[in-house]
Structure formats: structure tokens, C-alpha cells
């Protein structure tokens, strides 16, 4: 059981290159999440999933699409990155929306864009 | 919008030492509200998990306590070790409207405990 797992772990690219990151789960979970870290900004959340086929937006989604097209996997792209998406980025899971819905995170996908 | 406020944003202290730590949110609309412990350059472990009609749980030397009417949770450490050195980060999950998966992060405190 690996829990919450990202690919890569570190990516350095260019302005106006392109990108997804990869995150999957084998926790059977519903739910799924992309936060960025930024210091001083805490965790914002940038997308969600609430099930297979389905996406939101959060707090800060502009820059970026995602897709969830298996259960397990939740991708997020960068279709023209800027250095302000200089960030870690981590995703998570939880089960389906209930009093307990306690969030499970990966280890994070660190990211700079020159 | 939730707000969530992290007191102090550092803090030193000697090991051994029985410890503090505060959360408060703006909105007392929440399902629960969860602390997490981070290292640097880690992912986020979750430490304790309070449902909104729980006032504590205690986990080992942790023990986290819920005040959802005054909008504020506390951690407390006891018998502090350098291994509890991390950044703390206290989250809440709303319940009203499309509100209700999503956390609301708090800056973090971050913790050293100096042997």
C-alpha cells in the first residue's frame, strides 16, 4: 500500500514550456486534490476531484487544467508556465464527503520555472 | 470566507519541555479540523483528526482540543523530544455549501525543540 504518490519529484523548466504532474492513489479513495506551497501563502488549493470523470476549481486554478480519467490518477498541467508557478506542489486524497473525510498527502512535486 | 490563524509562527524551546500550539478560524461552520506535522522538503503527515462534535483527541504525547463556538483548537505537546521539531499545520473543513471537502490551511508554526 503506497498511499499517495507524485511524479516527478523535482522539475526545473522553462517560461511558456508545458507539463503535467502525476499523482496517483491506491486507496480506493473518491476524492482528490491538487495544493500548491508557497512560504508565507500556506497551502492553497488549486483543483479537485470529487469522482472518476469530474474537476473543480479551488482557490487559485488559473495556469493550470487537470483531468481524472481513472479513479486512481489525478493529473495536473501546466499549459504555459510563468516563474510564478514556482512552487511545491502536493496532491491528496480522501474518502468520499463525510464528518470524517480525513486527507491523505502525497510528497510533494517541487517545481521551478525560470 | 474561512481564515485560518496560526499562533506563534515560531517557537523555540528546550527539550523536555510540555508545549502549546494555536489554530483559530473565522468561520465556525466546520466539519472537522485536522493538524498536520511537516519536515522540510516533506509531504504532509496527518497528526489528529477532531470532528466538529468532538472537543479533543489524544494521540501518544498529542493531544488536540476543539473549541468550534469560539473558533479555536490547540495542540499540545507533552515532554517535547528534538525529533518533534517540524512545522505544524492546523487545517479546517467547511460544511456549508462547496465548502464542504475542501481545507483551509493555516500558515503553520514551526517548531524547534533544542536539546
Known sequence: NAGVTQTPKFRVLKTGQSMTLLCAQDMNHEYMYWYRQDPGMGLRLIHYSVGEGTTAKGEVPDGYNVSRLKKQNFLLGLESAAPSQTSVYFCASSYLASSYNEQFFGPGTRLTVL | ?115
Open chain 2, 1 to 115: 470566507k474561512q481564515e485560518v490563524t496560526q499562533i506563534p509562527a515560531a517557537l523555540s524551546v528546550p527539550e523536555g519541555e510540555n508545549l502549546v500550539l494555536n489554530c483559530s478560524f473565522t468561520d465556525s461552520a466546520i466539519y472537522n479540523l485536522q493538524w498536520f506535522r511537516q519536515d522540510p522538503g516533506k509531504g504532509l503527515t496527518s497528526l489528529l483528526l477532531i470532528q466538529s462534535s468532538q472537543r479533543e483527541q489524544t494521540s501518544g504525547r498529542l493531544n488536540a482540543s476543539l473549541d468550534k463556538s469560539s473558533g479555536r483548537s490547540t495542540l499540545y505537546i507533552a515532554a517535547s523530544q528534538p525529533g518533534d521539531s517540524a512545522t505544524y499545520l492546523c487545517a479546517v473543513r467547511g460544511n456549508s455549501g462547496g465548502s464542504n471537502y475542501k481545507l483551509t490551511f493555516g500558515k503553520g508554526t514551526l517548531l524547534t525543540v533544542n536539546p
